[in-house]
């Protein structure tokens, strides 16, 4: 009997693109012969997932999972926004975000490699095991966290199509010492907001140096030949400008547009009975910055004509 090693279930896992124990499986049914073992996989249709790794995912969803003080939101993406409505993949979505809650992991390589609950392997495993089963390239694409001391996490899930899952999906840091059920209220309201207004940055200080500057410059082009103390009010200006557009804090709030939702934030103290603060959010839109392939359908019926 050959021995197994890691090595070899490492590279037939590569080859392949089949689960660990999958792959581990097969080399002890055929003594350890390599290309013997993806002819197994292959008959057992496990070896899907490795000829649909280079197809763009841009579909899929986004899952949420809130538990006391953290919050949790991770994207998996798909081939189709059809798979997004199997249960199979809401399962394999849903229990991602679980194991990265409890965890406390977001770094996606590290996520990978935690166990899949209720199953012997990993959370790689899983993913390629509802590839060669769905028959669709899927990725886990990002993951990110939020906690707080004292207070809540709030959430929001636009296009939701189930409990934790959706196509946008928000966290809001709350920070306060009052009442948690006020203070999640105001959270899924400002979660709310966030989806909606796609905010860059909480406040001025996040507000990514390079775009800063790149705006900077744009409102000096604009206003070319003007005394250099006349411009550089203007430069001052034309930025708390775009920072009332950009950043969270300074932004109308979408539920009383009187208000900045920093003025939002400091009145829900009345209601929450303590102060509150807002520490952060993080927002995911569903294959935001994927660059999708538009499929010309004319031009595949042609080509398939000529080719019959």
């Known amino acids: 009997m050959a021995t197994i090693t890691a090595a070899l279930v490492k590279d037939l896992r590569e080859k392949t693109g089949a689960g660990m124990m999958d792959c581990k499986q097969a080399l002890n049914e055929v003594d350890g012969?390599?290309?013997a073992a993806i002819d197994w996989l292959r008959k057992k249709g496990l070896s899907k997932a490795a000829k649909k790794s280079d197809r763009v995912a841009a579909e899929g969803l986004v899952g949420i999972a809130v538990s006391g003080t953290t919050g949790v939101v991770v994207e998996v993406n798909s081939e189709t926004d059809f798979v997004a409505r199997n249960e199979?993949?809401?399962a394999l979505v849903k229990t991602i975000a679980l194991v990265a809650a409890e965890k406390g992991e977001v770094d996606v390589e590290t996520l990978k490699g935690q166990h899949y609950p209720g199953a012997a392997g990993t959370v790689a495993d899983a993913i390629s095991n509802a590839i060669a089963t769905i028959g669709e390239n899927m990725t886990l694409r990002r993951a990110a966290m939020?906690?707080?001391?004292?207070?809540?996490v709030g959430h929001y899930l636009h296009n939701a199509i189930g409990e934790g899952l959706g196509k946008i999906g928000v966290l809001v840091a709350l920070e306060s010492t009052g009442d948690k059920s006020a203070l999640a209220d105001l959270g899924r309201k400002i979660a709310m907001h966030v989806a909606a207004t796609n905010p860059v940055a909480l406040d001025a200080t996040g507000v990514d140096p390079a775009t800063l500057?790149?705006?900077?410059?744009?409102?000096?082009?604009?206003?070319?030949g003007k005394p250099a103390h006349v411009l550089e009010k203007i430069v001052e200006s034309g930025l708390k400008t775009y920072f009332k557009e950009v950043t969270l804090v300074e932004q109308a709030y979408i539920h009383d547009g009187a208000k900045t939702v920093a003025q939002a934030v400091a009145e829900a103290a009345k209601v929450v009975g303590a102060p509150v603060a807002l520490k952060g959010f993080v927002r995911?839109?569903?294959g935001e910055g994927i660059e999708k392939q538009e499929a010309d359908f004319a031009a595949e019926v042609a080509a398939a004509a000529s080719g019959a």
């Open 33 to 35: 012969d390599i290309e």
């Open 88 to 90: 199979e993949f809401q």
């Open 146 to 152: 939020l906690s707080v001391s004292d207070g809540v």
């Open 213 to 224: 500057e790149r705006e900077k410059n744009v409102l000096r082009e604009k206003n070319a």
């Open 284 to 286: 995911y839109g569903l």
